[in-house]
């Protein structure tokens, strides 16, 4: 199971909190973002070229959907285990944060 720490055991808001993934789901965070990492060095040279401004588009429009899958991954993670288990354990503030990080997604 994921394992979440933070940085001191006081209930402040100002600790960094940490998640402990497993190594398949870092391995496939940390790909799509050497993906995509690839693809904005892509859109760069594209630009250096000066590739035809509707061709840029349509690969900015790539890294743009590759980041929001990236988004839905993370976040179908994120509620499997920290919400799930901070649910479990009583902490009921998690939805509130949920909440506001689904709105923040959503602008």
């Given at each position: 199971?994921?394992?979440?720490?933070?940085?001191?055991?006081?209930?402040?808001?100002?600790?960094?909190?940490?998640?402990?993934?497993d190594e398949?789901e870092?391995?496939?965070?940390?790909?799509r973002?050497s993906?995509?990492?690839?693809q904005?060095?892509?859109?760069?040279?594209?630009?250096?070229n000066?590739?035809?401004?509707v061709d840029?588009?349509?690969?900015v429009?790539a890294v743009?959907?590759a980041?929001?899958s990236?988004?839905?991954?993370?976040?179908?993670?994120h509620?499997?285990?920290?919400?799930a288990?901070d649910?479990?354990?009583?902490?009921?503030?998690?939805?509130?944060?949920?909440?506001?990080?689904?709105?923040?997604?959503?602008?």
């Open positions: 199971m994921e394992e979440k720490t933070n940085t001191c055991t006081c209930d402040c808001t100002c600790c960094e909190r940490k998640k402990k993934r398949k870092y391995k496939d965070l940390l790909n973002l993906r995509i990492e690839g904005v060095r892509g859109i760069r040279g594209m630009v250096e000066d590739t035809y401004c840029i588009l349509t690969q429009a743009t959907a980041l929001n990236f988004n839905k991954v993370l976040l179908a993670n509620i499997r285990t920290c919400v288990e649910i479990r354990s009583g902490n009921d503030e998690v939805v509130d944060e949920l909440v506001s990080t689904l709105q923040k997604l959503m602008k």
